[in-house]
Every structure is written in structure tokens, then in C-alpha cells.
């Protein structure tokens, strides 16, 4: 674009050498934004203003306390294990009966009768469990990332993540990882951009924030028809005020799509204020 003949030299010579061209290379920030805390890097690539990466906050893989006012029940006697000799392809399983069923298929996606609008709890087999860790088909957020993610920089949606592979409809996509707090605390934060609530039926109620500690979800943007959708899962511990988000595909997404979820109308009702949404769906209910 109107670059002088030095730098065109430059660019062809740099090509030549390292397989990159000047312009990618100014535009690559990092080749990882979770410096190996993820199974695979995550790059942070900016084609569209001078903005370096975000380092306002802490990378975490796994959601973490800040504070001692509550605690998270991780006692092994409090978990409901199932005796399954393998790999919990029956019925019997009584972790997926406490699942209503067991909603991975054998490709560890969600099975196609799982209902997105009004989704159960999923608890996974565990440590406590005897089936096999490897073979146990009721284990897929435990597994982690499958996909590669790339956090790039959008003309007028700040920072936000797309998938680098084609991911198929219910597959495991990421967890929405941050600090947890209790809605006291949540309630005083100056900045609820990143936080999601754990509502619970119950009196006390928690919350997510991945404002100051989270993972690669924190930069994933709403959309009013997202390609993703959360579900509450439980692992290592049963305690139902503190569910896991796990966000899994509804839909067939494309290599380089742009991952999105519904931030819900508590979302907006707070932020309509300062901004309107520029998801461009048909349908959208914010803008
Ligand atoms: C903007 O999106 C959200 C804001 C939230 C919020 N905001 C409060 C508003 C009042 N100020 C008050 C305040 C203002 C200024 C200074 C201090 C305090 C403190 C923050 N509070 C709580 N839960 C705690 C309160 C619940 N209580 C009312 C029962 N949850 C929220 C979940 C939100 O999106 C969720 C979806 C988005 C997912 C992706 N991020």
C-alpha cells in the first residue's frame, strides 16, 4: 500500500527468510497471551490500530478465591462417584444419572436431544470415581482445550477471540474462567464488564469475575446470535453454588469465526448506556 521500494525489498527478503511478511510480523503482539498455561498457544494479533496486548490482568486456567469469607465444599467423601468398571457407557452410571443421562457422545461431543434453552446440570466422573480416566465417556471439560484460538483486535468490538478450526455443533468449546466472589462483593466492583453470575435458587449467590484473573474467555464477545452457549458442570467438587461454565457450541462454527454468547439482558441493562451492540444479527436486541 504506497510502501517505498526499501521496505517492499525488505518485506520480500524477510519473507524469503523467516516465512512471515513485515506486515503480519508488526501485527503478531504474541505468540501466546497464556505463556504455556493453556495445551495450546493462544496468539494476540492486532491488523487494526496500534493497541499492544492486553496485560490488565492475570492468565488463569483454573477459577481461583481471592477471598476466605466463603468456601468451596472439596471434600472427596461429599462427591457422588459411580463403581462403573470402564468406561460408563451404561445407564447404571451414577454420575450421569445425576445428569439425567449422560450427554457426551462417544466423540465427546453433546448428544443432538440436548436442549440448549433449558440445559441440565452435567457432573463429570472424577478422581473418586473407578471408571477409567482415559476411556470414561462422561469426561470432556476435564480434558481441556481441543481447538486453536487466535485473540484478535476488531474495528468496533474491542478485543475478541475467534476459532482457528472448524469446531463441530457441541463440542466443547472453553470455560469461562475468573475470580469467584459472592454477590456482596460483585456489588461493589467499579467495573462489572467481565463478570458472570452463578445464579442459584438458593439465598447466597456467586459470581465470576475475570476482570483481574481470567482466561482466554474473558475477551469472548456477546453476540444476540451467539455460535456458543454456557453450561454448568461440576468435576472435582459437587458444591452446587459453585458450578463450572463451560462453554460448548450450538452450532457448526467455521475456521476463523468469531466466537460469541449471549451476555444476557442484566448485561445490557447495565451497559446500554455506554454502548449498543454491533453484533450484525438480523435479530439483534441491543443495537
Ligand atoms: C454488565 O454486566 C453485568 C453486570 C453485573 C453486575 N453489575 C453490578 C451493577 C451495580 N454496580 C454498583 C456499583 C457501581 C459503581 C461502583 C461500585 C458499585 C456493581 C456491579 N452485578 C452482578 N452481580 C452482582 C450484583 C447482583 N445483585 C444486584 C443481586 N452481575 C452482573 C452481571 C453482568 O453481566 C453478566 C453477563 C455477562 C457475561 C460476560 N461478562
Known sequence: EGESYDVIALNIKMQAITGTDLKSYRTLLSSDISKGRETNPIQCVNAVDDEPEPRDYVYITKNCKTSDSFSIDTKMNSLHVCSCVERCVTDECECTKLSMKCWYDE??????????????????????????????????????????????????????????RFIPKGSYVCEYVGEILTDIVADQRDDDSY???????????????????????????????????????????????????????KND????????????????LVKYKSFTCHCGATDCKYS
Open 107 to 164: 466423540e465427546g461431543k453433546l448428544t443432538s436431544d440436548f436442549n440448549f434453552a433449558d440445559p441440565p446440570l452435567i457432573f463429570e466422573c472424577s478422581e473418586a470415581c473407578s471408571c477409567n480416566a482415559i476411556t470414561c465417556r462422561n469426561r470432556v471439560v476435564q480434558r481441556g482445550l481441543q481447538q486453536r484460538f487466535q485473540l484478535y483486535k476488531t474495528e468496533k468490538k474491542g478485543w475478541s477471540i475467534k476459532t482457528l
Open 195 to 249: 463478570l458472570f453470575d452463578l445464579d442459584n435458587r438458593d439465598t447466597e449467590s456467586f459470581c465470576i469475575d475475570a476482570k483481574f484473573y481470567g482466561n482466554f474467555a474473558r475477551f469472548i464477545n456477546h453476540s444476540c446470535s451467539p455460535n456458543l452457549h454456557p453450561i454448568k458442570v461440576f468435576i472435582d467438587h459437587q458444591d452446587l453454588r459453585f458450578p463450572r461454565i463451560a462453554l460448548f457450541a
Open 253 to 268: 462454527i467455521d475456521a476463523e469465526e468469531e466466537l460469541s454468547f449471549d451476555y444476557g439482558h442484566k448485561f445490557w
